[in-house]
């Protein structure tokens, strides 16, 4: 039997996890990625002197098909994994209080650091940890969940304002890239239902400690390879073909390629422009998940000014920023990553301007950064980091398989129930992997992936 031909249109990280599965199961893999460099959204470049990302990314120990993509790729040792969930949380004046995992079974774990979070009032520690409690009782597949906003839930549920900024948005604007008061419950619930309420580890952070082309696009290239996948960079995809529903093809470069099963792995607003409609996708759904921006600033200092490997701020522009000298070489002083979700007010202005609002900002949290000089201050802007991933967004998610028997969906915006992050994309690459191959006649069991 000769191996059913895939074709992967999108080189991000569903559509290398989908590739790499497909090519793992035997099939003969086809790549199409139309900018020249693989990594869709995660990616790395050299900005005066230094190896940068696009963006700080993390990941969490319950990101299983995430890590699964990870060990896959041998790359396990170019990522570090908390042993255990610890974040400093800082407000100006320098006052440091922890969220940390307590050795406890979920959800007594964070219990402990939760009644010490001193930036808050006992009774705001008091009323979150109820509040966190009951989100696990929401309903995650139910429509009039997908319709509220967490913002509504959280006041409904006796949040005050200055625990919703000083608490949920810590933790609700690095997963969801919206703040908690825009951001669809369902998603907020699923964040913190699967990421702290079930598992103790769940939360524990991981980020890379080398720049993220090493631990994505690079060796995704070579195991894709290895496997004998055409890997084709600088390939714009321009049409699908469905006319024939069991030899889809798509058009690159002039030319019509014809595949045994497709896979769109694409962006969902360049999905909404290339689906055709034998697809039976709702376009203008896709359209409407929109795009919520993340601004990462670049900032060497000449010397050491934060002594934790990440910390996150309360009261202040700054949301969380990493220590980046390590991945990025650096030889001398301290390169920080501050990465600003949800950034719709940072994007469109300039360079000296973010530096005269977040100087200020660095040194109210920072003391070491009063003496220290800012040698590099650069901005990465990703307008489209996500979808907005707003009340009834879930319902404009599309699942895996669509109305032509052959075509399939993946992407950190097709219905993986997981918010827009790495995971969703792993997540969506394997399930688009497994309906692929079994569309092809070749089933397998790709990858992991855990409830
Ligand atoms: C700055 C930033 C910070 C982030 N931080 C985190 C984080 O901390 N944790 C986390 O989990 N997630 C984070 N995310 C989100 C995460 O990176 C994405 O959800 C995920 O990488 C999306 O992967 P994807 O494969 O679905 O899509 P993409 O990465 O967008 O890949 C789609 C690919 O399709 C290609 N393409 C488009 N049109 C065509 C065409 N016509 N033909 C061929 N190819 C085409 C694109 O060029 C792109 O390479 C962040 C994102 C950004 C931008």
Same mark, same amino acid.
């Given at each position: 039997?000769?191996?059913?031909?895939?074709?992967?249109?999108?080189?991000?990280?569903?559509?290398?996890?989908?590739g790499?599965?497909?090519?793992?199961?035997?099939?003969?893999?086809?790549?199409f990625?139309?900018?020249?460099?693989?990594?869709?959204?995660?990616?790395?470049?050299?900005?005066?002197?230094?190896?940068?990302?696009?963006?700080?990314?993390?990941?969490?120990?319950?990101?299983t098909?995430?890590?699964?993509?990870?060990?896959?790729?041998g790359?396990?040792?170019?990522?570090h994994?908390?042993?255990?969930?610890?974040?400093?949380?800082?407000?100006?004046g320098?006052?440091?209080?922890?969220i940390?995992?307590?050795?406890?079974?979920?959800?007594?774990?964070?219990?402990?650091?939760?009644?010490?979070f001193?930036?808050?009032?006992?009774?705001?520690?008091?009323?979150?940890?109820t509040?966190?409690?009951?989100?696990?009782?929401?309903?995650?597949?139910?429509?009039?969940?997908?319709?509220?906003?967490?913002?509504?839930?959280?006041?409904?549920?006796?949040q005050s304002?200055?625990?919703?900024?000083r608490?949920?948005d810590?933790l609700?604007? *690095?997963?969801?890239? &919206?703040? @908690? +008061?825009? !951001?669809?419950?369902v998603?907020? #619930?699923k =964040?913190?239902?699967t990421? $702290?309420?079930?598992?103790?580890?769940?939360?524990?952070?991981?980020?890379?400690?080398?720049?993220?082309?090493?631990?994505?696009?690079?060796? *995704?290239?070579?195991a &894709?390879? @290895? +496997?004998? !996948?055409?890997?084709?960079?600088? #390939?714009? =995809?321009?049409?699908?073909? $469905?006319?024939?529903?069991?030899?889809?093809?798509?058009?690159?470069d002039?030319e019509?390629?014809?595949?045994?099963?497709?896979?769109?792995?694409?962006?969902?607003?360049?999905? @909404?422009?290339?689906?055709?409609?034998?697809?039976?996708?709702?376009?203008?759904?896709?359209?409407?998940?929109?795009?919520s921006?993340i601004?990462?600033?670049?900032?060497?200092?000449?010397?050491?000014?934060?002594?934790?490997?990440?910390?996150?701020?309360?009261d202040?522009?700054?949301?969380?920023?990493?220590?980046?000298?390590?991945?990025?070489?650096?030889?001398?002083?301290?390169?920080?990553?501050v990465?600003?979700?949800?950034?719709?007010?940072?994007?469109?202005?300039?360079?000296a301007?973010?530096?005269?609002v977040?100087?200020?900002?660095?040194?109210?949290?920072l003391?070491?950064?009063?003496?220290?000089r800012?040698?590099?201050f650069?901005?990465?802007?990703?307008r489209?980091?996500t979808?907005?991933?707003?009340?009834?967004?879930?319902?404009l998610?599309?699942?895996?398989?669509?109305?032509?028997?052959?075509?399939f969906?993946?992407?950190?915006?097709?219905?993986?129930?997981?918010?827009a992050?790495?995971?969703?994309?792993?997540?969506?690459?394997?399930l688009?992997?497994?309906?692929?191959?079994?569309?092809?006649?070749?089933?397998?069991?790709?990858g992991?992936?855990?409830?």
């Open positions: 039997m000769t191996a059913p031909h895939v074709i992967v249109v999108g080189g991000g990280l569903a559509g290398l996890q989908a790499l599965a497909c090519a793992d199961a035997g099939a003969r893999v086809t790549l990625e139309s900018r020249p460099r693989l990594g869709g959204a995660t990616w790395s470049t050299q900005q005066q002197g230094l190896a940068i990302d696009n963006g700080q990314h993390v990941f969490l120990r319950c990101c098909a995430y890590r699964g993509f990870l060990a896959r790729l790359v396990e040792d170019r990522v994994l908390q042993s255990r969930l610890a974040v400093p949380v800082v407000a100006p320098g006052a440091r209080h922890w940390r995992r307590a050795p406890l079974p979920a959800p007594h774990h964070l219990g402990p650091s939760l009644l010490r001193g930036h808050l009032s006992f009774a705001e520690r008091l009323r979150a940890g509040a966190a409690l009951g989100l696990r009782r929401v309903d995650l597949g139910d429509p009039a969940s997908d319709a509220r906003s967490f913002g509504e839930w959280l006041s409904r549920a006796g304002d200055r625990a919703i900024e608490f949920w810590l609700v604007r *690095a997963t969801l890239n &919206l703040s @908690a +008061r825009e !951001a669809s419950l998603l907020a #619930a =964040v913190f239902q990421g $702290l309420l079930e598992q103790a580890d769940a939360a524990d952070i991981g980020w890379a400690r080398v720049p993220l082309d090493d631990v994505h696009a690079h060796p *995704a290239e070579a &894709l390879r @290895a +496997r004998g !996948a055409r890997v084709a960079r600088r #390939a714009a =995809v321009t049409a699908l073909d $469905l006319d024939d529903p069991v030899r889809p093809a798509v058009r690159v002039g019509r390629v014809e595949c045994d099963a497709l896979v769109l792995a694409t962006p969902h607003d360049a999905a @909404a422009e290339l689906l055709p409609d034998a697809a039976g996708v709702d376009r203008d759904g896709l359209r409407a998940l929109g795009a921006p601004v990462n600033l670049h900032v060497v200092f000449d010397r050491p000014v934060l002594d934790q490997p990440f910390l996150a701020a309360v202040s522009p700054l949301q969380w920023m990493f220590d980046r000298s390590e991945a990025a070489c650096l030889e001398r002083g301290q390169y920080l990553a990465s600003l979700s949800g950034a719709e007010r940072w994007v469109g202005r300039s360079r301007d973010l530096q005269a977040f100087l200020p900002a660095f040194h109210a949290v003391p070491a950064s009063r003496e220290a800012i040698e590099q650069f901005l990465t802007v990703e489209a980091a979808f907005r991933q707003v009340p009834g967004s879930a319902a998610r599309p699942g895996v398989r669509t109305a032509s028997p052959r075509l969906l993946a992407g950190a915006w097709t219905d993986t129930g997981w918010p992050t790495m995971e969703g994309a792993c997540r969506s690459g394997l688009a992997a497994r309906e692929a191959l079994l569309a092809a006649g070749r089933s397998g069991t790709p992991r992936l855990a409830a």
